[in-house]
């Protein structure tokens, strides 16, 4: 219970930082609203032409007496929405991070030069489209895993009870481990941990990871709300990756009070 209690702190501790740092915050709002408008135009064609296409996958319906039907397709529509919503806060964040890999990448550069003892921060020291391909092609694996964990939720919320009560309890810590391992990955691939010790690594801590990334995610199914708290949850993320990997964090009151001199100095 402590990890949980300890992961929400970074949590926190991520939107506290860049409340600080206004120009870090400003400049991670823009592929947040990028990736929003992408996945509102998805999710609104979903909603227009999802009755089409469940009646479409379903004639075998067609001789129902009714009103078996119009509630049988009727319910898969509903289903398949809610799929969509939450196929979309699992990938909201891979995609949003690979859009936005220059700004994430330079704001958790910043927040562990911030809290790091000596005021310096770890680099990668690879070409950006090296880090942009890592990046795309460990999201896509992860992707994989998560798609397997949604059609097996999607696949026992027939089951009653269970279905409409513990499944939907599971599919929130999923989406917290799946949403966590995106946003550390920033600051853990710029260290050169590789996504097979990245997702050893959140597993050997899961509690933590589900206290960071199970607000989160619930956090994430409010409209909008995604895009104001990425910039805080990368750099949550970053703090939290300091704890897993044993690195020593300064309270940065010192570093951050020299770091805003340095931006208004002329």
Same mark, same amino acid.
Not at 171 to 178: I, K
Not at 180 to 187: F, I
């Given at each position: +219970? ?227 708290? +990425? ?8 703090? +939290? ?26």
């Amino acid at each position: +219970m402590r990890d949980l209690g300890a992961g929400f702190k970074f949590l926190l501790e991520g939107q506290r930082w860049v409340a600080r740092h206004g120009k870090q915050y400003g400049f991670g709002l823009v592929p947040g609203l990028i990736t929003l408008v992408l996945y509102l135009g998805a999710l609104v064609a979903l909603a227009v032409w999802g009755a089409d296409f469940v009646a479409w996958s379903t004639p075998f319906a067609d001789d129902w007496s009714s009103p078996w039907p119009g509630l049988f397709r009727g319910f898969l529509t509903i289903v398949l929405f809610a799929l969509g919503l939450l196929l979309s806060v699992l990938t909201f964040t891979a995609v949003t991070l690979l859009i936005g890999q220059p700004f994430y990448e330079s704001l958790s550069e910043t927040v562990d030069r911030d809290v790091s003892p000596d005021g310096t921060a770890p680099e990668s020291r690879l070409p950006l489209w090296r880090e942009l391909w890592i990046s795309a092609r460990d999201s896509l694996r992860v992707l994989a895993r998560a798609l397997l964990w949604g059609v097996l939720l999607f696949a026992l919320g027939f089951v009653p009870f269970l279905g409409q009560t513990v499944v939907p309890v599971i599919g929130f810590f999923v989406t917290g481990f799946f949403l966590t391992e995106e946003l550390t990955s920033v600051a853990l691939q710029r260290r050169g941990v590789d996504l097979r010790a990245r997702l050893a690594l959140l597993r050997s801590r899961r509690t933590l990871v589900w206290g960071f990334g199970t607000p989160l995610g619930l956090a994430f199914l409010v409209p909008f709300v995604a895009v104001f708290l +990425m910039p805080g949850a990368v750099a949550g993320a970053t703090l +939290m990756a300091r704890e897993l990997l044993g690195e020593e964090t300064g309270d940065g009151e010192a570093v951050d009070g020299s770091r805003e001199e340095e931006t208004t100095r002329p």
